[in-house]
């Protein structure tokens, strides 16, 4: 039960005194024990990223994002400019650190530094990421950022509600759902109703002990499998 009212006896939100607005992200890299993720760079990152998403040969990788599939390098790389270049979304690389491979990329967004509030988005990790530490440490690498570093409040996760992997992997990660938004956008000339998720700074320091004990080398056989689900160390 709130236990903060107003003078007429209303509830109200918890007091915040001490409270004080958050910084934007820095662009400077995140490195963890398999990836790098660094603010992209077009110049270095575009061809790398362009032929890692050549393995989508299908191109059902782009279905639930706005953008996408591009037909040749120039016309990715054209998107890339247009899109790509600001503070926000602020858009990252995530590097492969074994291969020296560009992977994939995911960016900041609706960053509100008053509020403490920001959203991971254009998450597209190519197949060469896809179900591999490397995936799950990005996401890591980035939500230490955001509360550790820069003390948010709050960070978002939303998608298309029929987007079953992304919902999925947001469950996975540790983000509570909170409801869909209806009719909420049209993209690629059809209806969107967007899930939304969040984590929020109270939850943050359990799900790093469970990130940081399920990325640790002895939680992986010698052939690069898990021993153990992220779930089992957040439970």
Excluded at 95 to 120: C, H, M, N, W
Excluded at 139 to 164: G, H, P
Excluded at 182 to 200: C, F
Aim: with cysteine; charged share 25%; proline share 6%.
């Amino acid at each position: 039960m709130n236990e903060y009212k107003n003078k007429l006896g209303q509830p109200i939100g918890t007091p915040l005194p001490d409270w004080k607005s958050c910084t934007q992200p820095p662009k400077t890299n995140m490195t963890g024990q398999y990836c790098r993720v660094e603010p992209l760079d077009i110049e270095v990152h575009a061809e790398g990223l362009f032929q890692a998403y050549g393995n989508d040969q299908d191109h059902t990788n782009w279905t639930y994002l706005p953008y996408g599939p591009f037909d040749d390098f120039d016309e990715f790389k054209a998107w890339l400019n247009s899109t790509c270049c600001g503070d926000d979304p602020l858009f990252h690389s995530v590097i492969d650190l074994k291969t020296g491979q560009t992977v994939g990329i995911a960016s900041y967004l609706r960053i509100q530094p008053q509020f403490g509030v920001i959203e991971v988005g254009h998450i597209h990790f190519s197949p060469l990421m896809q179900r591999t530490p490397i995936a799950t440490e990005t996401m890591y690498l980035m939500m230490r950022r955001v509360f550790d570093e820069l003390s948010y409040r709050r960070y978002e996760w939303k998608c298309d509600a029929l987007n079953a992997p992304s919902n999925k992997a947001a469950k996975r990660l540790g983000f509570g759902f909170e409801g869909i938004f209806r009719q909420a956008t049209i993209y690629k000339g059809r209806n969107r109703d967007t899930a939304w998720y969040s984590i929020l700074d109270s939850e943050w320091p359990a799900l790093k002990t469970a990130f940081e004990a399920w990325l640790a080398p002895e939680n992986f056989d010698n052939q690069g499998v898990q021993r153990h689900s992220l779930f089992h160390f957040k439970d």
